[in-house]
């Protein structure tokens, strides 16, 4: 099966720990997103990268850190110093080769920060 | 900057109408749209991609226009069934290798 997964599906934190979430995609392809989303909003964009070893802030990157090691991984930080980190995180995925390159969702991984 | 708006944020009707849903974008200058459907807690779905060539879109109940002039796009869904409750979003991108601009969405109740 093809497709973007994300662990864990619910996580716990209390305040001042730094958690990891976890992005793994099968698809083959280059570019990989993290977004946040808050209750009866739209997505925000934390960080994406579309290649090995390079990724770019997004719209509220503070507070967050990623890297990307191999290509079918992105993982994120949330660190201490987000000051609200009770969300939904979503990951995706997209391929930037041809045209129709459609963006493709994991599950998501609700965090809350007791 | 890029700004994407879903009006109305929330829609009820009845089994068997036809959903209207639309999207607006202030820049013109996008390379595709793509409509994706969320259901409660979950991930989001992707349901069309239109490129910025293409008129219309189609997938079985789902159509999807697109006037880039106006900087407008409409989701219609034919004969709504209870199953098609959710929340819609739309999501332009600018160039290929960008990132996509989301809309806050429209919350929709199928009432049977």
């Known amino acids: 099966d093809g497709g973007i997964t994300q662990s864990p599906k619910y996580l716990f934190r209390k305040e001042g720990q730094n958690v990891t979430l976890s992005c793994e995609q099968n698809l083959n392809h280059d570019a990989m997103y993290w977004y946040r989303q808050d209750p009866g909003q739209g997505l925000r964009l934390i960080y994406y990268?579309?290649?090995?070893?390079?990724?770019q802030k997004g719209d509220i990157a503070e507070g967050y850190s990623v890297s990307r090691e191999k290509k079918e991984s992105f993982p994120l930080t949330v660190t201490s110093a987000q000051k609200n980190p009770t969300a939904f995180y979503l990951c995706?995925?997209?391929?930037?080769?041809?045209?129709?390159?459609?963006?493709?969702f994991g599950p998501g991984t609700r965090l809350t920060v007791l | 900057k890029q700004e994407v708006t879903q009006i109305p944020a929330a829609l009820s009707v009845p089994e068997g109408e036809n959903l209207v849903l639309n999207c607006s974008f202030t820049?013109?200058?996008?390379?595709?749209l793509q409509w994706f459907r969320q259901d409660p807690g979950k991930g989001l779905t992707s349901l069309l991609l239109?490129?910025?060539?293409?008129r219309e879109q189609t997938s079985g109940r789902l159509n999807a226009s697109l006037d880039k002039s106006s900087g407008r796009s409409t989701l219609y869904i034919a004969a709504s069934q209870p199953g098609d409750s959710a929340t819609y979003l739309c999501?332009?991108?600018?160039?290929?290798?960008?990132?996509?601009?989301f809309g806050g969405g429209t919350r929709v109740l199928v009432k049977p």
């Open positions: 995706a995925s997209r391929s930037l080769a041809g045209e129709h390159n459609e963006q493709f």
């Open positions: 999501a332009v991108i600018k160039a290929a290798g960008n990132k996509l601009t």
């Open positions: 239109i490129q910025s060539s293409q």
């Open positions: 820049d013109s200058a996008i390379y595709n």
């Open positions: 990268s579309q290649i090995v070893n390079d990724f």
